[in-house]
């Protein structure tokens, strides 16, 4: 049938007899070239339009997109337009024509259409704008479809939710890949959740620098953890897990907050590893806890002192908006004040208004003892928000940034604490106390850290403990020191050596040169070998630590990128370099995990609390893989392909 309509457009043509030489009359020329032509039946003139000629010449049509010419007479038929429609380089596929060309459209309409690809892209754009799978269903969106391509094949929901799970097993087998040729260990965070349907979630991420010494943040599975929650439940989990992505050898850190369940799972899993030989320093380093929480108890401990005056803060901010007449006073306030109205800026912006509010409305009062400790409270709160920043980033490396800041925040509570105000000396007090029993704890491994930091290394450590000890900080920089060197001979003795094609050639040289040297003068030789062991022996060869440590540090204010510092460094100083790939890689907080928690609570929101646990895996963990820190690079792909 095909066949057929191809030719009967091959023969269809315009056909018009040639005028006559010498018409007889006007009336009768026109009357003879109505009835000797053909009606256009094509679907191609609606693409072109003929063009006016003269007398004989012969009739030309263009191209209604390109404007290009082609001769329309009958004997040439329309093979050449049809040809010309498929490489116009002016013609849209999308154009409204072929919406009324029927079934035979597909002739005409681009070859590059793929419905696979199609599928795809809809699932990519279902797991990154968290839509429903009932979006491939929508009226507008086939309508749409339709619009761009008359014979889209529609897909149901149900064959969407297929294609994300094979999506998502093929993703899989792509970080299982990318994560068995990293170069370094691979440090972890994992938390538990209850989704609306009260269903128990274990989210595990994992963070690791890759060959390209660019810091990645993966979560590689978001499970469902059916009760009970305690430490040998969590424990079995975890481990079923890491056994399952093939990185139980690989672990080398991993932050938790402060749940006793935690603890106790933590404990197991160290065993286990230790028991394998699996862990860096026996696992003295293997657990560490949330930064970020551990502030925020310190805060939560403090803020119970300044309760008062926060909340008298609120009242006047609520006696202010009470109602349209103290709205009108205030506001004249903050003009005769000579403040920006505009701003939604702080209480403490606005305290001269206040205090002029105070004046003109004698039921609004507000001592000036109030707005003086809310200063200080801003103050000394301002060290913990900006050391939470920094503990919550999920893109760069925080374990160096971890000491400096938590310096200032020690530095100013003992300072706090010596304060001659008794109102922040007792708050400080309270604070110092829980403080002083996660930084005993856990300082040591962060510390180390910062060594690795070209800024600062060891002399900020030393001169930190100074600041905080006095005389008695030496003891306390020794620890560092030791827990330093340790670490990095065991790395020495782990990291694989060089290529010992080096030491072949060398070795191929020294024969080379003894065939043509004579017997006494290799025997000068040998007692310069002699000489120099003995001049080595007296002075202990430096290791890559060393040398390190012994070249002057950069300038602390300079932009640095520490990863790309250590990239450049790699090959100098090999042993130091893996070392620092796995120290930095350490995250100090578990922000990762409750990002993801709160990806999955608009996943699993009340209008899809039926969602399967595997279903709601797919989408959490393949969201993340393909464009969580890329964006649409991932769409852009695809449609290069």
């Known amino acids: 049938m095909k066949e057929d309509i191809d030719l009967e457009d091959e023969l269809d043509e315009v056909a018009e007899l040639p005028l006559p030489k010498k018409a007889k009359t006007k009336s009768k020329s026109k009357t003879s070239n109505k009835d000797n032509k053909r009606r256009r039946t094509s679907h191609v003139w609606s693409f072109f339009e003929l063009l006016p000629t003269k007398d004989e010449e012969k009739p030309t049509c263009k191209c209604k997109k390109c404007g290009k010419e082609y001769i329309a007479a009958g004997a040439y038929g329309t093979g050449n337009l049809k040809r010309h429609l498929g490489v116009c380089p002016r ?78 097993k093929r993703e899989k087998e792509r970080m299982k890949f990318f994560l068995t040729f990293a170069p370094g260990r691979v440090c972890l965070t994992f938390d538990l959740w209850t989704s609306i349907a009260t269903d128990g979630y274990m989210c595990v991420t994992a963070h690791f620098i890759d060959a390209n010494w660019v810091l990645q943040k993966r979560v590689l599975n978001f499970c469902h953890m059916p009760p009970p929650h305690n430490g040998v439940s969590l424990f079995e989990k975890v481990y079923k897990l890491l056994s399952m992505w093939g990185i139980e050898n690989k672990i080398f850190c991993v932050t938790l907050d402060n749940a006793s369940s935690n603890d106790v799972s933590i404990d197991m899993l160290r065993t286990q590893l230790i028991n394998k030989k699996a862990l860096v320093c026996n696992g003295e380093f293997f657990h560490l806890r949330c930064c970020a929480h551990i502030l925020n108890l310190v805060v939560q401990d403090g803020l119970k002192e300044i309760d008062i005056v926060v909340q008298k803060i609120r009242e006047s901010i609520k006696y202010v908006r009470g109602s349209q007449g103290r709205k009108k006073s205030f506001y004249e306030s903050v003009k005769q004040m000579d403040l920006d109205g505009k701003k939604g800026l702080s209480a403490l912006y606005y305290r001269r208004a206040f205090q002029h509010l105070e004046l003109t409305d004698y039921n609004f009062k507000h001592t000036v003892d109030e707005w003086k400790k809310t200063e200080k409270i801003k103050k000394f709160l301002t060290v913990f928000y900006d050391a939470t920043l920094v503990f919550s980033g999920t893109k760069y490396p925080t374990t160096n940034l971890y000491f400096p800041q938590v310096f200032i925040v020690y530095f100013t509570l003992k300072k706090e604490s010596d304060s001659e105000d008794e109102y922040m000396r007792k708050m400080a007090d309270q604070m110092l106390v829980k403080f002083e029993k996660y930084w005993i704890e856990f300082s040591v491994v962060l510390a180390i850290a910062v060594v690795l930091d070209p800024r600062y290394k060891l002399p900020f450590i030393d001169w930190c403990y100074q600041k905080l000890y006095g005389y008695a900080s030496s003891l306390q920089y020794l620890k560092v020191r030791e827990k330093l060197f340790a670490m990095f001979g065991e790395y020495v003795n782990n990291v694989p050596t060089p290529s010992t094609s080096s030491g072949m050639a060398c070795q191929a040289t020294q024969e080379i040169e003894e065939q043509y040297v004579n017997e006494g003068s290799l025997s000068m030789m040998q007692e310069f070998d002699s000489f120099h062991s003995m001049d080595v022996g007296r002075q202990a060869q430096k290791t890559q630590l060393d040398l390190y440590l012994d070249e002057p540090r950069v300038d602390r204010n300079a932009k640095l990128n520490i990863l790309a510092f250590w990239k450049g460094n790699e090959f100098r100083y090999l042993e130091l370099a893996a070392m620092a790939c796995d120290i930095l890689s350490i995250p100090i907080s578990t922000v990762a995990s409750e990002s993801t928690f709160s990806v999955g609570g608009r996943v699993i929101d009340q209008f899809r609390s039926a969602l399967k646990p595997d279903v709601v895996e797919a989408l959490v963990c393949t969201r993340d893989w393909l464009y969580a820190d890329i964006g649409n690079v991932f769409f852009i792909y695809m449609l290069a392909e």
């Open 91 to 168: 013609k849209d596929t999308r154009d409204v024509g072929q919406l009324i060309l029927g079934q035979n459209a597909t002739s005409v309409s681009s070859p590059k259409f793929d419905p696979a690809k199609l599928r795809e892209l809809l699932c990519a754009a279902i797991t990154m704008h968290e839509l429903p799978f009932r979006f491939v269903e929508y009226v507008g969106i086939r309508a749409i479809f339709s619009y761009l391509y008359v014979d889209v094949p529609n897909i149901s929901k149900n064959t969407a939710k297929n294609d994300l799970v094979k999506m998502y």
